[in-house]
């Protein structure tokens, strides 16, 4: 029976694995260094913050493994022979393999900042890396001031998560707005003032230079490249991920920042396949990076190689891009392509509509000149992806989105709406213009 | 139930303690609950109408002062902070604490209320005595340990519901759900019976009736000694009968059709109302595997089969035999419900089979045919309904179900199991409902395509125990005969992925391989096979 191993057991490894177990009988190990089951890592502050147990992020009951027949084994892979398709785990055994499957995912990226290594220095990615957390930053006797690096989903997911156990947080972030790399600035500006709102003491255009040492391995401060010393205990690394592929050096698969691999999510070697955040696309997909830390890109990997290896193969080809995320009490929705002001395309126009409570806005991106709808980013306003979905793929104008955009609410019943403010703020403009 | 399960590399020590404007809001609170152990030992206090008054007061106020330190300096959101690590929320000491004291409550109410103070002739002492002059102004009748709890009850779920307002001040939905319950509690529950009480004289008398109570949640409903006083009391009385009927035959389905039990569950009903309030901060503590499913399954609709046959063997027994009397004899009554029960369960066999799973298909011909076959015996032995007197299963109905399930255990144990025990794993009315909505309702949770993250707060915080991520991860939408509707999965999760809607019944299930988001070609080409 054909043996698929797949290494990483993470939204990734586990969706690839569901799917082959769906359409074949094919024995499947998954094998994990991390945990031994599964668990939602977008989830991991939550326990943290007390609203949930470990146990909680588990997805499936334990007993749901072994119903499926899925094989887990808890092992870190040391490395990859991919001529004997054996795998050599760091506790001395070997498996053996037929197809594999690298879903390794990401660790934090460390720019190589002095004392980078220190106690009290660490991302939050992993399981080990909230175990960590615990015992770097469990109260706020121990661990009375944090600064976190970088401004991006983690960051201020790490911020609320220290805020809740009083741990005053200094937040560097080297843009003008928070997530302005990402965000248009209006919207960037208005998530900036929400951290402030929390008491979150967010630095703008500021970065980190050093760490110091206080004489015993822990961290006693950072200096920031303005120069400025700020005393800390903890310091957070939230400065982006990159893919985990040390473990391959050697095996003869073609890696660049990520593991290299076709659109049929194969790398150079027969019968390896990359799938999620380790995995970077020989050429970018659309306006899509080649490499996508994402969870929902992760899951939809998983399913197309799963089809890919029962035999009816299928390229690797994501449909519209949607995303989404929460900002302490702000949730966020995008659906499309809106980029940031900076990255803004030549032909994309922004339309902006803020509410005066400033905790809700909506970007729309749409086309110059043909008025296409490209995207839209929602702020404390919930949006149907069915609909947005269907009507970027029938190209509808901005004009057709606004007039509908009722129909694509997804607030909870009774909330108030904007639309007719939404509206009337567009045509408000279109006569200004 | 699931175990406590503290995994201690896990949880460190956060803080878990409440600020000073809490501390002095519990104080007030238990100095107001003080006051009634002080009347409960008979201690003597002079002024009742002002003890009470500072009682109530101070439990009121102290809700309010608590709930005014816990969120009045925070910014609209949910506010789960510290659930797992607060001793009263996570199966801690207090929390054993409080459950241990409820069910004692509950104990001695239902089964001992001499101990409160109760006296059958005489003035009453004790803590009902000191409910007295309530009850006068209310009722114009001394206080019963049934006005002594009604009132605390109304007290909890008001306090609490302003406390549940404030947390959810985001959430309109929320918002006016809780107004809802509050409200019905306070009106038809508590004022309501107690008004009705002063029109009774001589020679009219209504029962106690919470006509939001509906059989067979209030199972009590259709006995001899009420249906008489309905009866007796003339055209109110029989309109309130006829309402009483109606509720279940006719109000209920068409409001279940459209809406869901929610209507009912979570904006009317007053279990759910002080399971929504008073109860919300122990909703993440229900069991959430399916094992406990399972068990839901079978025991909630065993209730609903025992108080069937409960209720209409009680029924029959007051019923005659001679049609000349009266057209509703003790035979056509029993093949009525024999042939009613028949045409509801092959109505649902032939339209909705296929949405039955084996156990549900395995259990409603079970259940039918020991109906059927108890209410053959009566015309084949001829005295013995059911072959257990009806009285005996009255008592023990009320014994077991309306006072140990719904009271010592639904309520008693909130801190342990949860807050919807009694709804989830005890309720009949539920049971119906939950059939009702599973099988024929627009009612459903909608999923958000595919931005499901799996994280698992909607799992986690669903009172009634329902697997929410199960289906969402699946891009499925969640139709579930427990679903209460309270919508706080919609409200807690993170992605904006859950939204309680009523639509079409076409498509209310579904289930999709690859969710969307994904390539358009892979989908179509998966569900096509």
Partial sequence: MEHVVIVGNGIAGVTAARHIRKNSDKKITLISAES?????????????????????LKPYEDKFWAKNRIDLIQAYVEKINPQEQILHLADGQKLKYDTLILATGSIPAKYGWECQDLKGVQGLVSKQDLELLEHNAPNNEVCPKAVIVGGGLIGVELAEMLHTRKIDVTLLVREKGFWSGVLPDAEAQLISEHILSHGIDLRHEEELDKIIDNGTGNVQAIITKKGEEIPCNLVGITTGVKPKIDFLKDSGIETDKGILVNRLLETNVKNVYGIGDCAQQREAIGLRKPIEAVWYTGRMMGETVAQTICGTPFEYNPGNWFNSAKFFDIEYQTYGWVFSTKNKKDYEQHFHWKHPDNTKCITIAFHKESLQFLGINTFGIRMRHEVLDRWLNEHKSVEYVLQHLSQANFDPEFYKKYESQIQATYNASKQTA | ????????????????????????????????????????????????????????????????????????DKQEGIKNDGVWFKSISS???????????????????????????????GENTGLIALFDPLSKILSGNPASQWFVYGTLYTIAILGFGIKFLWKYRHNRYERLRTISVMFFQTAFAFLIPEFMARLNSDDFSLPYYDIKNVWPLNYYNFEQYRVDDFISAGEIGLALLLFGIASIFVITPILTYKYGKRWYCSWVCGCGGLAETAGDSFRHLSDKSEFAWKVERWVVHSVLVFVVVMTTAVISTYLGYD??????????????????????????????????????????????????????????????????????????????????????????????????????????????????????????????????????????????????????QKGENIVRASCVGCGICSAVCPRGVLKLENAATDNRINSREVLLGNDVDLMDYLNQN
């Fill in chain 2, 1 to 72: 139930m699931s175990s406590i399960q503290r995994d201690l590399s896990l949880t460190g020590q956060p803080p878990a303690s409440i600020n000073s404007i809490q501390k002095i809001g519990t104080a007030i609170g238990v100095g107001g609950l003080i006051i009634l152990l002080l009347a409960l030992f008979n201690i003597n206090l002079l002024n009742k109408t002002l003890w009470l008054t500072l009682s109530l007061v101070s439990i009121f106020g102290g809700i309010l002062l608590f709930s005014y330190g816990a969120y009045a």
């Fill in chain 2, 323 to 472: 049609p000349d009397k009266y057209w509703l004899t003790k035979d056509i009554f029993l093949i009525g419900v024999g042939v009613f029960l028949t045409l509801l369960f092959t109505a649902i066999w032939i339209f909705k089979k296929e949405e039955l799973q084996k156990d549900a298909r395995y259990g409603a011909f079970g259940y039918l045919v020991i109906v059927l076959a108890l209410i053959g015996i009566h015309y084949t032995s001829g005295s013995t309904l059911f072959l257990i007197p009806a009285e005996t299963l009255r008592t023990s109905y009320g014994f077991l179900i309306g006072s140990i399930f719904s009271g010592v255990i639904g309520t008693g144990f909130y801190p342990i199991f949860g807050n919807r025990v009694w709804c989830r794993f005890g309720c009949p009315m539920a049971a119906i409902l939950g059939l009702q909505q599973r099988l024929f309702s627009k009612f459903r949770i909608t999923t958000n395509g595919g931005q499901c993250i799996s994280c698992g707060n909607c799992s986690s915080y669903c009172e009634m125990g329902i697997d929410v991520r199960a289906y969402a």
């Fill in chain 1, 36 to 56: 031994e089951h599964f668990f939602s890592r977008t989830a991991l502050m939550y326990v943290y913050m007390g609203h949930m147990r470990w146990k909680d």
């Fill in chain 2, 91 to 121: 199966r801690g000491f207090l929390a054993w604490v409080a459950g241990l004291a409820l069910t004692g409550f509950y104990i001695v109410l239902y089964f001992k209320a001499d101990l409160l103070g109760l006296s059958a002739e």
